[in-house]
């Protein structure tokens, strides 16, 4: 993926300069309909997702880590295909991206622009390069009829050939709006976009491309039929090539289990009123009451006995397992691996106060949690292109070169923090707060590791017949009691040990600031559609919400 010629010669080497690829190349599939085939029909225009590229231009300063960004225009089109924008990155990553180009299939899905804008131009300005360019950004001025998806770069005051990009026919567009800041100077701003509408069931399709205010139209899948989406088998073999190492910490105590395995293990099922005669829960969750909504009249809880209540505490790696919701992207061109794991119970929270390490009673326990990562794949190729990590109220997406990936093949490592069980990308500490204040969340490599390749199960996917949901999936009441643990009372038994009222203020402040993810807050919902027809509602346990919404 990639071009790297250019005549800046006596530029400084930057990341950029180098280009990311997966460990290990790319498995032959299993046969399906239409994913992985390379080329996509969004409905008399076909779009093919371009990965190599020739350098135009190089700026090298401002914007992330202020190393500048550099601009790209996709190469090596397949035959027919014509450009529908530039591709922009930051220096401070290896190259790894795509645009989409497109081919008409229809006679009249692309045309040429009138003219073009000129948005901006300036100087790559550096001391150490002498051969200095000026950058020109150009927007396509569309025909009636038509809309520009994408703008061109170029080193020269020359306004760019009317045959150098294509314009879309509008109902193959939709709105879309800036994502990611890429590069910006004086006034003048360049970011990656995406649909303004994004969901499973949204039709609109990211080009790739980068924008500049306004923003740019995204493509629209005017055939959104999700003949592109795996199938059951190519999705095992995704899983089984992409499937995570997760790794506990060497101290962790609350480990995941199966959901079968904690109701064998004597989960049990409260209704209000009837407190005192809670229910056995099945081992297959079949007597668990089903509905859309939480009504509040149930919960689960662990054993009364205490060996039995420690027991399920403590979790069961041997019988844990992981449950997958595969879900379309961008109209049904990406597809999201949304992998769910169940913890019976989350530890108590530590917090550090400078130099010092204090436990926080009973602070963040809770019974039931719940936690995820997703895969982000391209339907185009099958290929790995981003993956998300749930962390508490929070999370974060990482672009594949930014991934540690396991023993030079393709599966991702990723590491869950002590007690509270937050998904990060590296070893080490994570602090929820500043000046060295703040909740720890620490991570590492342990013998405690589980490969989720070993035992998965797909229980939820809309577009596809043949998966059968378990009955826990449609319980939507908590999955575990609501609890007051004094939280108050647990804060100013640490403030009595903390000195100076300065301290002591930035510790209540760092304790008040955590997201309310205990008991209250374990209801099982669900990620999925955003409509409001969809049983499958967003997560309320420790999900951010754009993850709900799909970035």
């Known amino acids: 993926m990639g071009n790297v010629s250019s005549a800046q010669s006596s530029s400084p080497s930057l990341p950029i300069d180098s280009t990311f690829d997966l460990p290990s190349p790319l498995p032959s599939w299993p046969s399906g309909e239409g ?3 390379g080329i996509i029909d969004l409905g008399g225009l076909e779009v093919f997702q371009a990965t190599t590229f020739n350098k135009v231009w190089t700026v090298y ?11 790209f225009e996709p190469s090596s089109l397949p035959e027919g295909f014509s450009l529908l924008g530039f591709y922009a990155q930051p ?5 790894f991206g795509w645009t989409l180009v497109g081919k008409d299939i229809s006679g009249d899905s692309l045309r040429p622009p009138v003219d073009y804008l000129l948005l901006w131009s300036g100087k790559a300005t550096i001391a150490e390069n002498n051969g200095v360019q000026t950058g020109y950004f150009w927007q396509p001025v569309p025909p009636d009829g038509y809309s520009a998806v994408g703008l061109v770069v170029t080193t020269t005051a020359e306004k760019p050939p009317i045959n150098k990009i294509r314009c879309v026919r509008s109902d193959l567009t ?9 590069w910006e100077t004086n006034g003048f701003s360049v970011s990656s976009s995406k649909p303004t509408k994004r969901g499973t069931e949204a039709s609109s399709v990211c080009v790739g491309t980068f924008t500049a205010n306004p923003a740019l139209a995204c493509l629209n899948n005017n055939k959104l039929d999700f003949s592109c989406m795996p199938s059951k088998v190519q999705i095992d073999a995704l899983f089984q090539a992409y499937a995570p190492l997760i790794y506990f910490h060497k101290d962790e105590k609350y480990l995941p289990s199966s959901v079968n395995w904690f109701f064998s293990k004597g989960a049990l099922l409260h209704k209000k009123g009837e407190e005192s005669n809670p229910v056995p829960v099945e081992p297959n969750g079949s007597n668990l009451p089903q509905g ?16 039995a209540r420690k027991r399920l505490q403590g979790g069961d790696l041997q019988s844990m397992e992981v449950y997958l919701h595969i879900k379309p992207v961008y109209g049904g061109t990406l597809t999201d691996i949304a992998v769910w794991m169940f913890y019976p119970f989350n530890g108590p929270s530590r ?7 204090i436990p926080l009673g009973r602070i963040g326990e809770h019974i039931g949690d719940w936690e995820h990562f997703t895969l982000r794949i391209s339907n185009f190729s099958g290929k790995l292109q981003r993956m998300y990590l749930s962390q508490h109220s929070k999370g974060s997406w990482i672009d594949a070169p930014e991934i540690e990936f396991h023993g030079g093949g393709d599966k991702p490592v990723a590491y869950s923090s002590l007690n509270g069980h937050a998904m990060y990308s590296k070893a080490g500490l994570v602090l929820q707060g500043k000046d060295n204040v703040g909740i720890r969340n620490d991570t590492g490599k342990s013998e405690k590791v589980f490969d989720t390749a070993v035992r998965f199960s797909v229980v939820s996917a809309e577009y596809m017949k043949e998966v059968e949901e378990p009955a826990w999936l449609n319980y939507m009441r908590h999955w575990g009691p609501k609890i007051d643990y004094g939280r108050e009372d647990e804060i100013r038994g640490v403030e009595k040990v903390v000195v100076g ?3 002591k203020s930035m510790f209540r402040s760092v304790v008040n600031g955590l997201p309310n993810a205990g008991p209250s807050n374990s209801t099982c919902k669900w990620c999925g ?6 049983k499958y509602k967003n997560f309320e346990m420790e999900t951010g919400s754009e993850q709900n919404i799909i970035r």
């Open 61 to 71: 300063e401002g914007g992330q880590d202020n190393l500048g960004a550099t601009f």
């Open 529 to 534: 559609r955003t409509g409001s027809e969809s």
């Open 501 to 503: 009222e300065s301290l």
């Open 91 to 95: 220096n401070n990553r290896k190259l």
């Open 35 to 37: 994913f992985a085939k």
């Open 292 to 307: 859309e909504a939480n009504d509040g009249l149930y919960w689960l809880d662990l054993p009364v006995a205490s060996d």
């Open 351 to 357: 917090a550090k106060l400078k130099l010092a390490t």
């Open 174 to 182: 939709d709105q879309s709006e800036p994502d990611a800041l890429i």
